[in-house]
Nanobody, 120 residues
Framework: QVQLVESGGGLVQAGGSLRLSCAAS?????MGWFRQAPGKERELVAA????????YYADSVKGRFTISRDNAKNTVYLQMNSLKREDTAVYYC????????????????WGQGTQVTVSS
């Protein structure tokens, strides 16, 4: 069983930046970041393949967020720039055992979530 530990959330002013990190306790394949705002469904924000040769971004974050990973550390990152109030949500890291299309929503492991709050 792989455990995912997230860090880097917090409170930031609109236009600011945050970097989320997620460390996996074992080797995993694809990784992704989801978010869930109050009253809304969880949505896939960004995903990255095992070799980092394929990425996915939700339209709402394209050009502002960047996903990356360090396989030597079993860690995935989400650099969030030009943050907006509508980015406020709990962000969840996810990972899976097998390589799939980056748009696939099926994941095997989930982090506990980290709160990101963007103030005006």
């Amino acid at each position: 069983q792989v455990q995912l530990v997230e860090s880097g959330g917090g409170l930031v002013q609109a236009g600011g930046s945050l970097r989320l990190s997620c460390a996996a306790s074992g080797r995993i394949a694809d990784m992704g970041w989801f978010r869930q705002a109050p009253g809304k469904e969880r949505e896939l924000v960004a995903a990255i393949s095992w070799r980092s040769d394929s990425t996915y971004y939700a339209d709402s974050v394209k050009g502002r967020f960047t996903i990356s990973r360090d396989n030597a550390k079993n860690t995935v990152y989400l650099q969030m720039n030009s943050l907006k109030r509508e980015d406020t949500a709990v962000y969840y890291c996810a990972a899976r055992n097998f390589v799939m299309a980056v748009t696939t929503l099926k994941y095997d492991y989930w982090g506990q979530g980290t709160q990101v709050t963007v103030s005006s």
